[in-house]
Structure formats: C-alpha cells, structure tokens
Nanobody, 123 residues
Framework: VQLQASGGGLVQAGGFLRLSCAVS????????IGWFRQAPGKEREFVAA????????YNPDSGKGRFTIARDNAKNTVYLQMNSLKPEDTAVYFC?????????????????WGQGTLVTVSS
C-alpha cells in the first residue's frame, strides 16, 4: 500500500486548505485512513480518521468543528478540508492507513504512512 499526501501550502490565518491522501496498491475500501500532524519540536498528533465504513473520528483539540474528513472510494482518496486555519495548525500533515486500527487516534496502530505535506499558516 502506498499513500501520497498533497495539498499543503502557505495560507493566511482564517484561510482554508484541502489536503488529499491518494492510496494505491491496495484495496482502498478495506482501509481506515488517519490524518496526523507534527509541528517542529512537538510529537505527532492525531487530527482525524475515517473508517472503511465511512465513519469519521476527530480530535477535539486539533480541529473539530473546523476540519472535515471525507473519502471518495471511486478515486481511492481521502480528503481533509481545513477551514478557519490558525497559526497553531502549522505542521507537516501525514496520512496513514490500516485495515483495522484498534485505536484510530494512535499513530502506532497504522501500518502504512505517506510522506507528509507541509501546512504553514501565517498570522
């Protein structure tokens, strides 16, 4: 399974971005997909996940109410729509996949990872 994250960039506070995670070489509909982020000097943090059955989970401390996760099974892609961005959202965002993560909020429960895409929010 290969994951390709894209869509990061530089945006002003209050702006929006949509990240994409394209999955290849695997049965996309069998995987739950998670988004994590890591800011400089900080640990990797769970952002959101969506199960193979299209059930979303959000971290209330990192974007609930501002971020929306969705999957398009026809395109083998998961999206993270990020609105009302804040400077503290600045980080490298990673997507990850696993067939049955027991705890979707834990990075160690994902077997496959993408390379990350940088999001920078200026004040």
């Amino acid at each position: 399974v290969q994951l390709q994250a894209s869509g990061g960039g530089l945006v002003q506070a209050g702006g929006f971005l949509r990240l994409s995670c394209a999955v290849s070489r695997g049965t996309f509909t069998s995987y739950s997909i998670g988004w994590f982020r890591q800011a400089p000097g900080k640990e990797r943090e769970f952002v959101a996940a969506i199960s193979w059955s299209d059930s979303p989970t959000y971290n209330p401390d990192s974007g609930k109410g501002r971020f929306t996760i969705a999957r398009d099974n026809a395109k083998n892609t998961v999206y993270l729509q990020m609105n009302s961005l804040k400077p503290e959202d600045t980080a490298v965002y990673f997507c990850a996949a696993d067939s049955a993560p027991t705890r979707v909020e834990l990075a160690g429960h994902y077997h496959y990872w993408g390379q990350g895409t940088l999001v920078t929010v200026s004040s």
